[in-house]
């Protein structure tokens, strides 16, 4: 079975500044995809960014970017010049594949991240 | 194109009633999971319906047990209600083999 633990519940951030949020994860798949979703108060569950394991080159959209170690097996993100709509949940996340090519999704229990004015 | 939607946006009900949980895959996606989210929580696999057939389950009993409609959308349906069924219920859609899931907004279940 995979695990996936945030041991950080929560985490305050002056706007403008850089955040980093961790992650570690456990699999014994040697294929698999990590994420970090975003769930703020209206509770809609946004991919902010994924990971392949497969590739070693650490993913980047925007101001979100991760530290991949894979054989350490963590997962932390990063966000550089924090926002007051960054202010949200965020949930580290794994897949779980299955037969057939699909897949479910592991979470962690998240990160409540305040973004200060 | 539209998103993934779910209703009813609320749902408040009594210990022993019967719910059903409707959810409307995005344009193009084949394939539904459901999680169950409590209350500061991470969300928690229940099942996963590809072309019309449960493609696995996660850890919850038989009373909860879903359908999926040839046009993708998609039922949860909870029998025998107990107050620990209270959570935020989200439903997910993707295409099969792209690992990329997408959430609807959820349905927050209330057991009283």
């Known amino acids: 079975a995979q695990t996936v633990t945030q041991s950080q519940p929560e985490m305050s951030v002056q706007e403008a500044e850089t955040v980093t949020l961790s992650c570690t994860y456990d699999?014994?798949?040697?294929?698999?995809?990590l994420f970090w979703y975003k769930q703020p108060p209206s509770r809609q569950m946004i991919l902010v960014i994924r990971?392949?394991?497969?590739?070693?080159q650490n993913a980047t959209e925007n101001r979100f970017s991760v530290n991949f170690q894979k054989a350490a097996k963590s997962f932390s993100l990063k966000i550089s010049d924090s926002q007051l709509g960054d202010t949200a949940m965020y949930f580290c996340?794994?897949?779980?594949?299955?037969?057939?090519?699909?897949?479910?999704?592991?979470f962690g229990k998240g990160i409540t991240l305040s973004v200060r004015p | 194109e539209t998103g993934v939607t779910q209703s009813p946006t609320h749902l408040i009900k009594t210990r022993g009633q019967q719910v059903t949980l409707r959810c409307s895959s995005q344009?193009?996606?084949?394939?539904v999971s459901w999680y169950q989210q409590a209350l500061g929580q991470g969300p928690q696999f229940i099942f996963q319906?590809?072309?019309?057939?449960?493609?696995g389950r996660g850890n919850f009993p038989p009373r909860f047990s879903g359908l999926q409609f040839p046009n993708y959308s998609s039922e949860l349906n909870v029998n025998a209600l107990e107050l620990d069924d209270s959570a935020l219920y989200l439903c997910?859609?993707?295409?099969?083999?792209?690992?990329?899931?997408?959430f609807g907004p959820g349905t927050r279940l209330t057991v009283l």
């Open positions: 996340a794994s897949t779980h594949p299955f037969t057939g090519a699909n897949s479910k999704l592991t």
């Open positions: 699999t014994s798949e040697s294929n698999y995809y």
């Open positions: 990971q392949e394991a497969y590739k070693q």
């Open positions: 344009s193009g996606h084949n394939t």
């Open positions: 319906y590809y072309r019309e057939e449960e493609n």
């Open positions: 997910a859609s993707s295409l099969s083999g792209t690992g990329l899931e997408f």
